[in-house]
């Protein structure tokens, strides 16, 4: 989707070639997996590409519960599993995260609203990346 896109094309530039140049040696390491270093750090790199760099290192205050809300297409199990991967990256139980829903008008889309318990700005970054690696994820915010 190109929702709320348009007016960030400057600074995307901008924090490309910065981040371009921050990741640049690491690219040279050989990840055993094929998957491993590299895969994260392309996710991480896309995130900050968003965002503006790592903006939640300076601006937040860890740990702390962050609310991340997340616009996806509503199906049986999609609530569960974002709540499931706020759990598994924060190594909390399930039932300890809290969650607020809402439907869209026509309850295609649910937005879930979730307290991620965080310890650290990497925990923070991950839970967003392993949100925008479900094909159902419209939006994380």
């Known amino acids: 989707g190109m929702m709320g896109r348009g007016t960030t094309w400057a600074a995307v530039a901008v924090v490309t070639t910065a981040a371009a140049l921050s990741?640049?040696?690491r690219r040279l390491e050989a990840?055993?997996?094929g998957r491993?270093?590299?895969?994260?750090t392309s996710a991480q790199r896309a995130f900050e590409k968003e965002s503006g760099g790592r903006i939640f290192d300076s601006l937040v205050e860890y740990p702390c519960e962050f609310q991340i809300k997340?616009?996806?297409?509503?199906?049986s199990s999609f609530v569960e599993d974002v709540v499931g991967y706020i759990s598994r990256v924060?190594?909390?139980?399930?039932?300890?995260?809290k969650y607020t829903t809402a439907a869209s008008s026509a309850g295609t889309f649910v937005?879930?609203?979730?307290?991620?318990p965080v310890d650290n700005a990497d925990e923070l970054y991950?839970?967003?990346s392993v949100l925008r690696n479900d094909p159902?994820?419209?939006?994380?915010l």
């Open 36 to 40: 491993g270093p590299d895969f994260l």
């Open 90 to 97: 924060t190594d909390t139980e399930p039932s300890e995260i």
């Open 136 to 140: 159902r994820v419209r939006i994380a």
């Open 126 to 128: 991950e839970c967003y």
């Open 23 to 25: 990741v640049g040696p």
């Open 70 to 75: 997340v616009i996806g297409r509503e199906d």
């Open 31 to 33: 990840s055993p997996s």
């Open 111 to 116: 937005s879930v609203s979730v307290a991620a």
